[in-house]
């Protein structure tokens, strides 16, 4: 038999509402020490690190200061003194140009399959200071049949150099035309540009000489005139003596021009002429309109109008315009316009917009290629000529100068279309 005895509450404890821990005053002193000892260290701990941030933000500044004072007046400093050790050695550089000059060649090998056309364009607008070697070659018309035979014998004393290693040498031939008469137009290096707009009637190449500097060819070429008597004396032969290269980047060595008007050639005329600077001929003019978005970094180029000069009308050909920017020597992806029919004076009014890099607006350069197919059946295209506008070291586009000065809004110009 189980009995439950109930004491009585501390009346007092109850009252009062303290709560009293089962420990002794020595166990209570002891955590308060260790709590109080951990705040110190972790107060300690933020300090120093508050401390350590400022005392990093402050010292480097002064620390370059110093090593630049150092190296200011290193040379003032009495060396006399054997029992202090010399301050090491240091020579400041600025390596600003050279960073430039490796960034400008970083961006050209990096895109090697992009730059097959740029570099082809800058190949072709390059220029030679020196021209060797000379072509032999025959020319004969046929008054009655108005059949003209231009036959490439041979090319001599070419002379390479580390451009042109290894020579694969070809002659490539053009029939130029003169036919009307275009505006006065200013090219970039300040000179007038012809005002004849020519055209090209045909165009030939020769088989390519492998690792040889006194190529000999043989080939032979004819085409047939239109029935007009006074259109051989406005005939210029163009050949151009190039070097080979797989990425369609061909060099120009030199070139020959030979007006047929003022020859006679009614009978077989073997010449041979030494190779001259190559020159650039006006096709066309082309209206371009202009307008730079500083706010969305992007650039409107518009294709307005294109003259041209025709020899033969054509109901299948048609042409169409390739557009690019090259910014700090790398181009971006190009743009087409669309296929129209050729005429005199075709029409486009095109507008097409390019998104720029975080690059500085003189570092770009538009480039423009008109090309010529034909709507029925498959032939390759023909390109008919290039221009390009922008700021080079010499000198700077007029066009592109209206263009910055006019921001948002369109500018128009003529532009002259070379070959």
């Known amino acids: 038999m189980l009995t439950f005895v109930e004491f009585p ?5 109850l009252s009062t509402g303290e709560l009293r821990m089962p420990f002794s005053d020595a166990v209570k002193y002891c955590i308060l020490g260790i709590s109080i000892l951990l705040l110190l260290v972790a107060l300690a701990i933020l300090i120093w690190q508050i401390f350590r941030c400022f005392s990093e933000t402050h010292t480097s500044y002064p620390h370059q200061d110093t090593v630049n004072t150092d190296l200011l007046y290193s040379e003032e400093k009495p060396s006399g003194a054997e029992n202090y050790a010399s301050p090491p050695s240091t020579k400041v550089v600025d390596v600003r140009d050279e960073a430039r000059r490796l960034t400008r060649c970083l961006s050209r090998a990096s895109f090697p399959s992009e730059q097959n056309y740029a570099e082809s364009d800058m190949r072709e607008h390059q220029t030679i200071n020196r021209v060797h070697g000379s072509l032999r070659f025959s020319v004969y018309y046929d008054q009655l049949q108005a059949f003209l035979v231009v036959t490439v014998l041979q090319v ?3 002379v390479g150099s580390s451009q042109t290693s290894g020579l694969q040498p070809f002659v490539k031939i053009r029939l130029m035309w003169a036919g009307s008469e275009g505006t006065e137009l200013e090219s970039q290096e300040g000179q007038a540009t012809p005002s004849v707009l020519w055209t090209v009637l045909q165009e030939w190449r020769t088989r390519v000489v492998k690792g040889s500097c006194n190529p000999l ?6 085409c047939i005139l239109q029935d007009n008597k006074d259109m051989i004396n406005h005939i210029t032969l163009r050949m151009e003596v190039r070097n080979f290269d797989k990425f369609s980047r061909h060099m ?3 070139e020959v021009r030979v007006p047929l008007g003022k020859m006679n050639i009614s ?3 073997e010449l041979q002429e030494d190779l001259q600077i190559p020159q650039k001929d006006l096709v066309g003019e082309v209206l371009l309109t202009l307008k730079y978005l500083p706010t969305s970094q992007r650039l409107e180029v518009g294709l307005l109008k294109v003259r ?4 033969e009308p054509s109901s299948d050909a048609v042409m169409h315009a390739r557009i ?8 971006l992806r190009y743009q087409k316009t669309s296929a129209v029919h050729r005429c005199p004076v075709t029409v486009f009014n095109e507008v097409l917009m390019f998104s720029l890099p975080d690059v500085p607006l003189e570092q770009c350069k538009i480039l423009v290629s008109m090309y010529e197919t034909q709507s029925t059946g498959r032939s390759n295209k023909c390109l008919l000529g290039q221009l390009s506008v922008g700021k080079d070291r010499s000198s700077e586009d007029e066009h592109w100068t209206l263009m910055v000065r006019s921001v948002r809004q369109p500018v128009a110009k003529w532009h002259g279309l070379l070959l």
């Open 9 to 13: 509450a501390d009346v007092e404890l």
């Open 156 to 158: 001599e004393g070419l």
């Open 217 to 222: 060819y043989g080939d032979q070429f004819s």
């Open 252 to 254: 120009v060595l030199g």
């Open 267 to 269: 009978f077989p005329l």
């Open 308 to 311: 041209t000069a025709i020899a």
């Open 324 to 331: 690019s920017i090259q910014c700090n020597q790398s181009k």
